[in-house]
């Protein structure tokens, strides 16, 4: 056998090494140059020229400017996936199908650009649903191409058949199915401008018989749609509003990211002396270090943030659909303002107004917006002028109180235990090592989430990552790697607790044979945690199914996969791990960091949802509780 190894901007992996028979055309011949116009555009980007169907879909990928897919081998697209190298495709090799999804997730929210997975058809494609649905609460554009049955045995419960079409459905923006080998590239071309367009996760499915179909095709233009500030009217309400407000808040979401909108947004803020909350885990929606930068809503968030949210007369929420998860009370406060008026402006009209009642509901694109109302804004005269200055001086007043009530509950004196230690001081440890340019992944879990208190980000553009409102686990590690593929120049991290690190670590193999350097820092402190404080408060402390028994060490299994390990046990140990864990992935080395912890846990996620137990039959009547937990606390603390 020949070996015919194809030069590419990235380090050799076997996804590159193209073995090919003694008979394959020599090395040394060049490949054919496809014809071009005096433009240098393939003609057949212009008009019809025969190729097979896999070279349309290949083509149309590459139109939409694809360099990176993830996923695992299969015979179903294998005649497409032969020809990725040749059109500049780095394909990687993944270790399961969820996490190539999640890689193509975080993939796309670091470069905003498409993040592509596929994947053999049947238990490869069912393999994606969970990381799908991440992407569709997350609004990525990931486009998920599926190649399925054939269809001369579709219908027949054939091998890895499956019906594809319906497991996508709820958690795609469109589904694109091939039902003519001739519209492959017409229809591929469709997926991804609408996960774009809408952004979303878009599906292509094609029957894995038509990859073989030869036919004359051309290779669509991607179709890119400008989008507006909103309508005219909309705008002129809300400067209306503005114009009179007292007290103005900014709440923006992720769309500000998305949208790079963040100097529009800061320039606004500036003009109302407004602070600026983040919507729950988009703590990257304007850097840390804007005056009126105010921190997170959600669970664990800024009271900083909640307190200014708490005291509007209007709030501005830009690029959000008002999450009601990321507005719960916290600390034991409701915090979200009952007689403010509120200005949405959010890209997809079904957002407008679903979660609250609206004032003014824009349908536009936030970075327009945020320029039409600041250009409206500057040219009349603002009521909140009036108490400008006393308003920033009692806004710093808030940041500075917050600040000092995070390092008190960061450091107050509870139960210590040796060779342990304790989750906020963990995380304040873990955000002094990080690098200035570093993105986060967290995945759910209660540690993970406590988090939310101490990530910021200075980096202007996305920086942060998590699985949303779909709430998986397992997410973190690889969209950390996909990110990572992404920014190769950024230092890239996933917070992960014991439980979810279950479901990724196999993921480090992919790191060292894709060469994508990433570092994990796996909380362990032996607990399924955001379940066990459910246990703790309504169910008497009886832990079924939430303790977990890691007789192993998960620095250890990095090393025999041939990352580096770093395990610690005193806090003094965490910066320095990370500050290592830097300089590793900075000279190409991945890296897992394992924190022992102690058994402390942070508030419930839901205590809005959860409720003491009742039972009727005698045999289940000794687990009834009255009350919730006194400490609060799992009794092995």
């Known amino acids: 056998m020949a070996l015919r190894i194809t030069k590419q901007s990235y380090p050799l992996t076997s996804a590159c090494i193209r073995a090919k028979s003694n008979l394959a055309v020599p090395q040394s ?33 590459v139109r939409q400017k694809v360099d990176n897919t993830f996923g695992i081998v299969g015979s179903a697209f294998m005649d497409a996936l032969d020809i990725f190298p040749e059109a500049g495709i780095r394909f990687l090799a993944v270790q399961h199908e969820q996490n190539a999804a999640h890689m193509a997730d975080g993939y796309a929210r670091i470069t905003g650009k498409h993040g592509v997975c596929t994947a053999q058809n ?169 005056p009126y930068y105010a921190g997170p809503l959600g669970y664990q968030g800024s009271q900083a943030a909640m307190h200014s949210i708490r005291d509007a007369d209007v709030v501005v929420a830009l690029g959000t659909r008002l999450s009601p998860f990321g507005t719960l009370p916290q600390y034991g406060e409701d915090y979200w303002p009952k007689n403010a008026r509120i200005i949405q402006i959010e890209a997809d009209p079904r957002r407008v107004g679903q979660t609250r009642q609206v004032d003014v509901g824009i349908c536009g694109d936030v970075k327009q917006a945020s320029k039409a109302l ?16 006393e308003r ?55 540690v993970c989430s406590v988090s939310n208190s101490y990530l910021h980000f200075n980096h202007k553009g996305p920086s942060m990552l998590a699985a949303m409102t779909f709430g998986n686990c397992g997410y973190a590690f690889p969209a950390a790697m996909g990110a990572k593929v992404a920014a ?104 897992v960091i394992e924190i022992m912890l102690t058994k402390e846990l942070g508030d419930p996620f839901r205590r809005d949802a959860m409720k003491l137990p009742v039972r009727h039959l005698e045999k289940f009547k000794g687990t009834i509780q009255s009350r919730e937990s006194a400490t609060g606390q799992p009794v092995d603390l």
């Not at 649905?133 to 419960?157: D, I, M, Q, R």
């Not at 909309?234 to 007292?246: D, F, H, M, T």
């Not at 509870?414 to 986060?440: F, H, N």
Request: negative net charge.
């Open 392 to 446: 920033i001086r009692r806004f710093n007043e808030r940041k500075n109180k917050w600040s000092e009530k995070l390092g008190q509950i960061t450091d107050e004196d509870v139960i210590t235990v040796a060779q342990r230690i304790r989750p906020r001081q963990a995380l304040r440890a873990l955000e002094k090592g990080l690098a200035p340019d570093s993105i986060v992944a967290t995945d759910i879990g209660n």
């Open 374 to 389: 600041h250009g409206l804004l500057s040219a009349t005269d603002l009521y909140c002028h009036v108490n400008r200055e």
């Open 488 to 591: 190769p120049g950024r230092n890239c991290v996933a917070y992960c607790g014991d439980g979810a690190w279950g479901m990724q670590l196999n993921e480090v193999m992919t790191c060292i044979r894709e060469n994508v350097p990433t570092t994990a820092v796996v909380f362990n402190n032996g607990q399924w945690g955001a379940e066990k404080k459910n246990q703790v408060l309504w169910f008497g402390d009886r832990y079924v199914g939430s303790q977990l028994y890691n007789p192993w060490s998960y620095a250890d299994i990095a090393r025999s996969m041939y990352a580096e390990g770093i395990t610690c046990t005193h806090v003094d140990e965490v910066t320095d791990a990370m500050v290592q864990a830097n300089k590793n992935q900075s000279e190409g080395k991945t890296t």
């Open 29 to 61: 011949s060049a490949p054919p140059i496809a014809r071009q116009d005096a433009d240098n555009v393939p003609l057949h980007y212009n008009e019809p020229a025969k190729m097979m169907a896999s070279e349309a879909l290949v083509e149309t990928m």
């Open 122 to 290: 049947g238990p490869g494609i069912s393999n994606f649903v969970t990381g799908v649905a991440a992407a569709y609460w997350a609004h990525s554009p990931v486009v998920v191409v599926t190649p399925e049955a054939g269809t001369l045995t579709k219908g027949l419960g054939g091998f890895q058949e499956v019906d594809q079409l319906p497991l996508f459905e709820p958690i795609t923006k469109y589904q694109g199915h091939v039902n003519n080998p001739l519209r492959m590239a017409e229809i591929t071309g469709r997926a991804f401008d609408i996960a774009m367009a809408e952004r979303g996760p878009t599906q292509v499915n094609i029957p894995r018989d038509f990859f073989y179909h030869e036919g004359m095709y051309t290779i669509p233009k991607p179709n890119v749609v400008e989008k507006g500030a909103g309508g005219y009217n909309s705008i002129v309400s809300a400067v209306e509003i503005l114009k009179n407000a007292e007290n103005p808040v900014i709440l923006a979401g992720g769309g500000v990211t998305m949208g790079e909108a963040q100097d529009e947004v800061a320039r606004l803020a500036d003009l109302l002396a407004a602070p600026i909350a983040v919507t729950y885990l988009h703590n990257d929606a304007m850097p840390a270090d804007n």
